[in-house]
């Protein structure tokens, strides 16, 4: 397995654009974490998801945000419209639910909003 | 709500001596802790975990402890080598869900 795979690895975009960012968990795993990594809180827990169902977005910081797991093997965060404060790096995690293993990361998305 | 907490932003030590990294918690039902290593440019891996009914778990150079009456739990590298040098988070989790992380502690191990 090619392990959690995000796209794209970096992405440049103007305020008040939609942005959408990609990954593809590791197959088998039934959880799915979005993080967003900033200064001040390190790994911040955005939304997480089990067999495809939202069970925690406390962490979606706006109404800008939004995410989506239409299937076992893909998820998308949205954040429109974007803002200069959104720039972070964004990952993406997947694990087994219920086993007390590691989750396992993607190498994020670096979004800078200008 | 900051369920997790690394108060240290940094940590610096002199390679072949001890690093002690140090996190606290304030949920009570976490019963599964991770320690994570973060290099630049790479998402975090996973170093070692540890389970609440265990109160220390040793792989290699790297020890973690808990104490769960305190909600807390450590990490100790010993001997500290430079490639140790990274960011290294606490993770707490209830039953394997909602995986809460802490702000990290930079660790600098000088030759």
């Known amino acids: 397995d090619a392990g959690v795979i995000q796209s794209p690895r970096h992405e440049v975009t103007e305020m008040g654009q939609e942005v959408t960012l990609r990954c593809k968990p590791i197959?088998?795993?039934?959880?799915l974490f979005w993080y967003r990594q900033t200064m001040m809180r390190g790994l911040e827990l955005l939304i997480y998801?089990?067999?495809?169902?939202?069970?925690?977005d406390s962490g979606m910081p706006e109404d800008r945000f939004s995410a989506k797991m239409p299937n076992a093997s893909f998820s998308t965060l949205k954040i429109q419209p974007s803002e200069p404060r959104d720039s972070a790096v964004y990952f993406c995690?997947?694990?087994?639910?219920?086993?007390?293993?590691?989750?396992?990361f993607g190498q994020g998305t670096r979004l800078t909003v200008v | 709500d900051q369920q997790v907490k690394q108060n240290s932003p940094s940590l610096s030590v002199q390679e072949g001596r001890i690093s002690i990294l140090n996190c606290d918690y304030t949920?009570?039902?976490?019963?599964?802790f991770l320690w994570y290593k973060k290099y630049p440019a790479e998402g975090p891996t996973f170093l070692i975990s540890?389970?609440?009914?265990?109160d220390k778990n040793e792989d290699g150079r790297f020890t973690v402890f808990l104490n769960k009456s305190a909600k807390h739990l450590s990490l100790h590298i010993v001997p500290s080598q430079p490639g140790d040098s990274a960011v290294y988070f606490c993770?707490?989790?209830?039953?394997?869900?909602?995986?809460?992380f802490g702000a990290g502690t930079r660790l600098t191990v000088k030759p």
């Open positions: 540890i389970s609440s009914i265990k």
């Open positions: 998801f089990n067999n495809n169902v939202p069970i925690d």
């Open positions: 197959s088998g795993h039934n959880s």
């Open positions: 993770a707490a989790s209830e039953g394997n869900n909602d995986m809460r």
């Open positions: 949920n009570s039902m976490f019963d599964y």
């Open positions: 995690a997947s694990t087994l639910t219920g086993t007390h293993t590691e989750a396992f």
